[in-house]
């Protein structure tokens, strides 16, 4: 059998009404004065975990829920005259849920609690360490969340859980405005960190941020200070595990000066009329800080490490050129886009003959010297195509030069061989024993002609007049012819 909702408006519903077998959602609207909700059928049917919602009652006092059953979630939405809330026997359940790291566990309680329109509330009574979504949209103070140290997403209700150890998710909104003492004193581990309202003040001695710190977008400070800038103090945060990101805020003065390590990225971007103190900072992922107005940008005295570094906007030149004094390696790109004029590239490209910056791209000055080799010392994608191409097509006509010429000497080689092959031919065919012959004329005589190569040719020896050549006999006759 599957469980039901009912409603309550009254105590005579809870005291007279019929319910169903088994109830797990329960509306309690327009009732007034104290409820006292004793409806055995809660949950009744395999520990079903119960949803309470209370709204539209202004003028409800107190709620009291004296039995046990699984809370799963709390909400109290505009009874303004609410007082009191007690659950001193209730039950909650958690999971565990997996994230990209399937060996990262995290613990997510099922409890949800809501509060919104409760100006009045002066205690709630849980019978539980750890809520899974709190949600708090008033500047309420209450009492009864002291025992609760570990909040797996919070919204607000920093006031009231002076004693919470670590939160998964936790935004501080503008909404969460209350001024006590113990402002999340004990908290030290946040995953996500979001700040909508960065001159609210915390009581944190050292937070560590394990995944990402966003900071806005949208806020503006009240430029109560001298500079027309609101401080907001975040000395508390000494290391992030993934990104930073500070966006779209204007008027403040943020001093992060005890940030070491960023796992990821810093972005700046958007801002107007803001200082940052990250002078710490030794290692980043990427850095990057564009578009801010009327700021100058932070320096970084001690970056050791970074993947790659954007810095488009108004460049402090008080150090000098040496912007990056601390500089151990860039393993990408470094790129400046300087919006004032007197900013000078010569100690970043000095960095990068130094095999400290791996490309480097400034459109600073460098004092008279080649501002072009400064502002762009990595060739451009085309240009190394064109390098490639140029040196593809060099390398093919060289080989075939080659060729060309490996074949012309192959060809006078082999003719050479010829020519060489008959005349040896030719001298074989001629008698073993030449009979004496009379003195040839100057016509048979080979000569070598001017500025051409050397070829033996063929002699014949011209016919004798009058008399005919006849074959020799067996035995010599002492070189006389024969008749």
């Not at 303004?80 to 007690?86: E, G, K, N, W, Y």
């Not at 919070?154 to 859980?161: H, L, N, Q, R």
Request: glycine share 6%; proline share 6%.
């Amino acid at each position: 059998m599957a469980c039901q909702f009912a409603t309550v408006t009254s105590q005579a519903d809870i005291d007279e009404g019929t319910f169903p077998p088994c109830v797990n959602l329960l509306d309690i609207v327009n009732a007034s004065g104290v409820l006292n909700v004793t409806i055995p059928t809660l949950g009744a049917i395999d520990d079903a975990p119960v949803s309470i919602y209370v709204y539209d009652s202004p003028e409800l006092l107190e709620l009291q829920f004296p039995l046990s059953f699984y809370l799963q979630s709390l909400k109290l939405q505009d009874a303004t005259h609410l007082t009191t809330v007690s659950m001193p026997s209730i039950k909650t359940k958690q999971f565990v849920i997996l994230h990209q790291n399937p060996n990262s566990k995290v613990i997510q309680p099922l409890l949800q609690v809501a509060i919104r329109g409760a100006h009045s509330l002066e205690s709630i009574t849980l019978n539980t360490t750890s809520i899974g979504y709190l949600t708090v949209n008033d500047s309420t103070i209450f009492d009864g969340f002291e025992d609760i140290t570990y909040v797996y997403s919070m919204d607000g209700g920093t006031c009231i859980t002076p004693n919470v150890e670590s939160v998964y998710d936790l935004s501080i909104s503008e909404n969460d405005d209350c001024f006590v003492s113990s402002k999340l004193a004990q908290l030290s581990t946040v995953n996500n960190l979001t700040i909508e309202h960065p001159s609210y003040p915390l009581t944190i001695t050292s937070l560590q941020v394990n995944e990402t710190l966003v900071v806005g977008p949208s806020i503006t400070g009240s430029g109560a200070a001298d500079s027309g800038r609101e401080p907001v103090d975040l000395t508390y945060i000494s290391t992030v595990g993934k990104d930073v990101d500070i966006t779209s805020n204007s008027d403040f003065a943020f001093d992060l000066s005890k940030l070491a390590t960023i796992g990821a990225e810093l972005a700046i971007t958007n801002n107007t009329n803001c200082t940052f103190d990250i002078s710490r900072l030794e290692e980043v992922g990427n850095l990057s800080l564009t578009d801010n107005i009327d700021t100058v940008l932070p320096l970084f005295p001690n970056l050791a490490k970074a993947g790659n570094i954007l810095l488009r906007g108004i460049i402090d030149t008080s150090p000098g050129p040496n912007i990056f004094p601390a500089l151990s390696l860039v393993s990408g790109t470094v790129t400046i886009e300087a919006w004032n004029d007197d900013f000078n590239c010569s100690k970043l490209v000095s960095q990068q003959r130094d095999s400290l910056i791996h490309n480097l791209v400034c459109n600073g000055t460098d004092n008279g010297a080649d501002t072009s080799a400064m502002r762009s010392s990595a060739l451009t994608k085309g240009a190394q195509a064109g390098i490639g191409v140029g040196v593809g097509i060099f390398v093919l006509a060289l080989a075939a030069g080659t060729w060309m010429l490996l074949r012309l000497q192959r060809q006078r080689r082999v003719l050479a061989e010829r020519n060489q092959t008959q005349s040896s031919q030719q001298d074989v065919a001629k008698p073993a024993t030449q009979p004496t012959l009379p003195e040839m004329s100057g016509e048979g005589i080979i000569q070598e002609k001017p500025d051409d190569p050397l070829v033996e040719l063929p002699v014949v020896p011209p016919e004798l007049v009058g008399n005919q050549i006849h074959e020799l006999d067996a035995t010599p006759t002492q070189g006389r012819i024969k008749e």
